[in-house]
């Protein structure tokens, strides 16, 4: 069975660093591509940063500059830094996968990322 291992969350203060991480376990042969969306309280869920396995990358417009996703030399795990980290960022954060089939989407179980002084 295939899942997705985050971590990586915490408390932070304003204009402080984090970095997840999701690592794909189980056995797979293929990932499409890879990211993050995150859920703030009373908000809809919201695409943070997602890669493929080209390295074309997409940012949402409120972390450009600022977060940076990427791929291990494996290709099995992505990895999330949020720099300058600001109060609006705090959400729970989620990976996303497309694994094997275009159709086979997965989804990590959230890590709570608090921004606060």
């Known amino acids: 069975q295939v899942q997705l291992v985050e971590s990586g969350g915490g408390l932070v203060q304003p204009g402080g660093s984090l970095r997840l991480s999701c690592a794909v376990s189980?056995?797979?042969?293929?990932?499409?591509?890879m990211g993050w969306y995150r859920q703030a309280p009373g908000k809809e869920r919201e695409l943070v940063a997602s890669i493929t396995r080209w390295d074309s990358t997409d940012y949402a417009d409120s972390v450009k500059g600022r977060f940076t996703i990427s791929n291990s030399n494996a290709r099995n795990t992505v990895y999330l830094q949020m720099n300058s980290l600001k109060a609006e960022d705090t959400a729970v954060y989620y990976c996303?996968?497309?694994?094997?089939?275009?159709?086979?989407?997965?989804w990590g179980q959230g890590t709570q990322v608090t921004v606060a002084s």
């Open positions: 189980g056995s797979f042969f293929r990932i499409h591509a």
């Open positions: 996303k996968a497309v694994v094997n089939h275009m159709s086979n989407i997965l």
